[in-house]
């Protein structure tokens, strides 16, 4: 490649551009997926790689997706070769063992030629319905090995220049409940890679394959010299925390987290020995999970703003040791599903709990709620005569920050999903919501509270059905920070995040140990839910930031006027007395109590 250096305004509008070829292929993935989780959640990201498949550009979806993809995009390099590429091909990939998340994250990438030369590769990954496995929708909170989650799919042509490989098709959708829908849905992941491809080859034509090679390699440059500057500013020294899951799904045990960071100059190590093994449930993270998540917790405790492009560049100055045989790197062939949605949220809680005691305090944010609390159902649908599956996240309130409260009712800051509109979900679904909204007392008390909380029913109007669900955050509450506090158990279940079912005709809710005898009250499977019973889950709020007793009264009186919090909260988390009846602060009573 030619060492002549590249101005720096065609530099940025080829950086920019970059980034807006990655939003142009989400928005075509959007319009026209089949599955709600795709066109209301936008579970999914879009990024672009280089002639040497090392990323260059994403667009901010899924943090967790876009943290975790270039792994795969190593593994297609390693056993198909970046040089056995063909114009008109078209990759796909989900095995966790080789880069993936889980099983449910397909990852899809096409190779970009010009005059023969390899000068990019559009990627995409996407959470699908269904993969197969033991239960609808993947998420078999008692899985004790993969083979259970579903069906692996190695670095795969499914198009082979440009003629589509059908017999990977027909094994692929033999395997899993609605075909119809994934196989909607895999097409309009390669549609939205054929628009990242026609721009690509736009660009190229315009600059030239020189330029566009430099301006490729400089960005990644850029993103480098800007990591290692944040990283330097931080204070050479070893950083520790951990941080627990509430069990495994399969034992009551809790799990740990165990982070321990190194800063020695522009360089920075995440060490997570000391983190539990791995263990028999579906509470696994494959390395890349781990690494992926600890680079989203670092750019959290730094000072990058807008104008930063997350890309190759800045994973150089950071090294990730995740022992082997650990919950954060298990070995073949442990399940994993449970790692990539709740492992990877705990992960970024613990590296930010490490990193929080050297970066400046406005840098650093209280734990979110920390649980997608995955819920799936399926059957056979009474209009259609069709097999549906139904997969909805849980949202919930996010940590509070140096100057602001939590985010209310919002995934978990490494995803970045959006909430499901449950208007949709009735419609494709047979399923009515009972109730879908936030949760008084939720948010962890601080000088800055945490986000709200929230909690949500449906009713089955099927004959049947069988659900599942994969969660944590029931006993273990997130964290608060610098004196901010942790939110209170929920007083309807005495847990923090929880799933509870009410069998037709009965007024009262039980969890599954009750109902089902299963081992954890947040990681079950399979079981059977019949017409008219109803489906509850509920999830906490964020944590706290800074002394509650330094919080302005008045936003005190703000939140209770939202119904964010009761007045018994007001006085007990916060010492702000207020009248009910008139909805004033008693200023008086106010600093008398403050003040013991």
Known sequence: MSERKIDPITLEVIRGALGSVCYEMGLAMERTAFSPIFSEGLDYSFAIFDGK???????????????CMPFSVEWVAEEIGLENLEPGDLIMHNDPFRGGSHLSD???????????????IPANRAHQIDIGGMVPGGFAGDATEIFQEGIRIPPVKIVSRGKEVKDVWNILFA??????????????????????????LEYTDKYGIEIWNNALEETKNVAEKQMRSEIDAIPDGRYEYADYLDDAGTTTDPLKIQVAITIRGSNLIADFEGSS??????????????????????????????NFNPNHGCFRPIKVLAPAGTIVNADFPAAVQGGNVEISTRVCDAVIGALGQAVDPGNVKAADFGSLYSQTAGGIHPETNQPWVHYQWGCGG????????????TSPFCTNNKN????????????????????????????????????QAWTLTADEAIISSVGDRTRISPYGVFGGLPPKALKQCGHFCDTRIRRAGEQEFKHATELFEAVSPSKWSGFRMRKHDTFETTTTG??????PIERDPELVLQDLIDDYIS????SDSYSVVIDPSTLAVNYEATRKLRGR
């Open 277 to 306: 093994k791995q263990c028999q449930g579906p509470m696994n993270a494959p390395y890349a999970v781990t690494a992926g998540n600890t680079v989203i917790g670092v750019l959290h405790c730094t000072n990058v703003k807008g």
């Open 398 to 409: 996010t940590g509070a920050r140096a100057t602001k409260d939590g985010m209310n009712v």
């Open 542 to 547: 964020g944590g706290g930031y800074g002394n």
């Open 106 to 120: 397909i990852t899809m990438m096409t190779p970009v030629f010009k005059d023969g030369v390899l000068v990019g």
């Open 567 to 570: 007045v018994e909260s007001a």
């Open 175 to 200: 395997n899993v409940r609605d075909s119809y829908t994934m196989q909607g849905d895999v097409r309009a992941m390669m549609g939205a890679l054929n628009v990242g491809k026609r721009r690509l």
């Open 53 to 67: 498949g090392e990323m260059v550009a994403q667009h901010a979806f899924d943090p967790c997706h876009m943290a």
């Open 420 to 455: 499901q509109t449950i208007e949709v979900l009735e419609t494709r679904f047979p399923i009515i919501f009972e109730y879908y909204s936030m949760l008084r007392d939720t948010p962890g008390p601080g000088k800055w509270r945490g986000g709200v909380g929230i909690g």
